[in-house]
């Protein structure tokens, strides 16, 4: 595993907090080169199409920082996951209410 593709899953884990703005920025960085590149969409897509709803944390985390290097990262993201268009709709109406009752 490189470093870049560590990165990606680290970013899009399950933990409680989302990823910060460093990470994505190393990310974004290293996705310029073309192995980088491909292992970090390779990652994305993973989280993006093993919708687990308990796990639902690494979907919405994919979603940011897909968000992020749409923006600071090549243009080739945008052609790249335009076919996941679907998808990313279905978890953009995504809701979580905790057993409290809290969103």
Request: a negative charge; glycine letters at 4%; proline letters at 3%.
């Amino acid at each position: 595993m490189v470093f870049s593709e560590r990165l990606a899953e680290e970013a899009t884990n399950s933990d409680p907090f989302g990823p910060d703005a460093k990470t994505m920025t190393l990310i974004a960085e290293a996705s310029f080169g073309t192995v980088d590149y491909w292992r970090i969409v390779d990652v994305l897509h993973k989280r993006l199409y093993t919708i687990d709803w308990k796990q639902w944390r690494q979907s919405y985390k994919a979603l940011l920082l897909l968000d992020f290097l749409l923006t600071h990262g090549p243009e080739d993201f945008a052609e790249e996951f335009q076919c996941d268009s679907d998808i990313i709709e279905e978890l953009g109406t995504f809701r979580y209410v905790d057993e409290k009752g809290f969103d």
